[in-house]
């Protein structure tokens, strides 16, 4: 089984999904088939996927790997992660799972971690853990700075994180350091400042945790300016909104055009309004990203949806949801459903971090995804694989149609449902990486 995410195959020969497996048909949020080719062959060329279809009728080729039948995904693409970090938080965890809340408040613990760290120990980690994202079929991730939380340290972080992938993100606003507990507002005008002329060079996106409900993190207004200068300064942004409390994550996230808001945990109408409005509105929004957009890989009704000027994935904030964090915070999991049956593309990430879920895993989040929140395996796939090309406003990435990069994961298994079906098992069997086997 070969799934490509791509709308040309129209999704449902022999063996493939059809729109009854899709548990939100009509929605428009996957398509309706995601693309199956049963007894399917891929040709690669310059790392790039040069052909797909039934492996009948593929062209010659140098060389051939034979599969044995097994299924060929899009590589995962985690969207949202913070591996560049030091230090533990196992205790808090355990502490957590005899009744302690999350409020955050852990965020000092690795700060302190991180500060005190040497670059070769932050680096150390973060290159083991993403070699560990690999290793689950994920070759595409983001990573997040945020455990500095000083012009030197959030610099370092990003330096870092650079060499370990494209997609990286300043989250200087993660939490007001205890050093600037009584000037908040000095601690936004370094973050919109200094640190930000330091890190901006190292970072294609901005993020802030907009959240109200944590009193070390950021407000509204607060939240805004740290956006604004974000992307004046030419980067896409980012959010994490709505993981503890209904505040105003989501709505800011779609006010200043984010690519993705992150956690959507509590939601208002109002929130889920807005969020499939930014798909349907149109008109130019900011966006400062830094690459190039396309509709490649968009829900099957996206002509419905696409704005006049053609650039479907330039206009609307995905919504990204995290549930790794809902398992690990012992939380109720977002309503990903809702947001499904009222046209809001979701991707699904690890937000992989020693705090609020320290899984590195796609394939337990999918788990988690099919299980918890509902969604089909279809739809999980699509939200692993395209749904997070799309938070990351890639077309590169997430999809497997000729021209895409050649990022292909195998699982030792018939089908991507067997994700859900047997969670915990290790069914990554190679990962291939712009066209090279990397596992
Ligand atoms: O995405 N919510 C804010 N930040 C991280 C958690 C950070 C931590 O607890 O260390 C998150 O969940
Ligand atoms: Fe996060």
């Not at 049963?38 to 310059?46: F, I, M, P, R, W």
């Not at 959030?154 to 994180?161: C, G, M």
């Not at 549930?323 to 499904?340: C, G, H, M, N, Q």
């Amino acid at each position: 089984e070969l799934v490509t995410n791509d709308p040309e195959h129209g999704g449902t020969g022999p063996g493939g999904i059809d729109s009854a497996g899709m548990s939100s048909a009509g929605s428009g949020i996957v398509p309706d088939g995601l693309g199956l080719v049963a007894d399917a062959a891929v040709v690669v060329e310059n790392g790039r996927i040069a052909w797909t279809g039934p492996a009948a009728s593929a062209p010659a080729a140098d060389e051939v790997a034979d599969l044995a039948g097994r299924c060929v995904l899009p590589g995962f693409v985690d969207s949202h992660s913070h591996t560049v970090f030091a230090g533990d938080r196992s205790a808090e965890f355990a502490a957590r799972m005899t009744g302690e809340p999350y409020t955050g408040g852990g965020i000092a613990t690795t700060v302190a971690a991180t500060r005190a760290a040497s670059e070769d120990a932050l680096r150390a980690r973060g290159t083991a853990l993403v070699r560990e994202m690999l290793a689950q079929g994920t070759p595409t991730v983001e990573i997040k700075s945020g455990y500095g939380q000083d012009v030197a340290t959030e610099a370092r972080t990003l330096r870092i994180a650079r060499e370990l992938t494209a997609e990286t993100t300043y989250l200087g606003a993660h939490t007001v350091p205890a050093e600037y507990a009584d000037d908040r507002a000095g601690y936004v005008d370094l973050v919109t400042g200094p640190m930000l002329a330091a890190c901006a060079p190292h970072a294609r996106w901005i993020d802030v945790f907009c959240e109200p409900a944590a009193p070390t993190a950021f407000d509204e207004d607060e939240a805004r300016a740290v956006l604004r200068a974000g992307l004046r300064a030419g980067l896409g942004a980012r959010v994490h909104g709505n993981q503890l409390s209904a505040g105003p994550g989501v709505r800011l996230a779609v006010e200043v055009g984010a690519a993705s808001v992150d956690h959507c945990t509590h939601l208002t109408d109002a929130d889920v309004d807005a969020l499939a409005g930014s798909w349907t509105s149109g008109g130019p929004r900011p966006d400062r990203g830094r690459s190039a957009h396309t509709d490649r890989g968009q829900p099957a009704d996206r002509e419905a949806r696409r704005p006049v000027d053609g650039a479907w994935a330039r206009s609307g904030t995905v919504a990204t949801l995290l549930p790794a964090v809902e398992f690990s915070t012992r939380s109720p999991y977002p309503d990903a459903r809702r947001l499904l049956a009222a046209g809001v593309p979701v991707a699904l990430a690890t937000d992989c971090n020693p705090g609020s879920g320290y899984s590195s895993s796609m394939p337990f989040v999918v788990a988690l995804a099919v299980r918890e929140m509902r969604m089909s395996p279809a739809q999980s796939l699509w939200s692993a694989t395209a749904g997070g090309a799309l938070a990351l406003r890639r077309d590169d990435v997430g999809h497997l149609a000729v021209g895409a990069r050649a990022d292909l994961t195998v699982l030792d298994a018939p089908g991507h449902t067997y994700l859900a079906y047997r969670p915990g098992v290790p069914l990554v069997h190679q990962v291939w990486r712009n066209g090279t086997r990397a596992v």
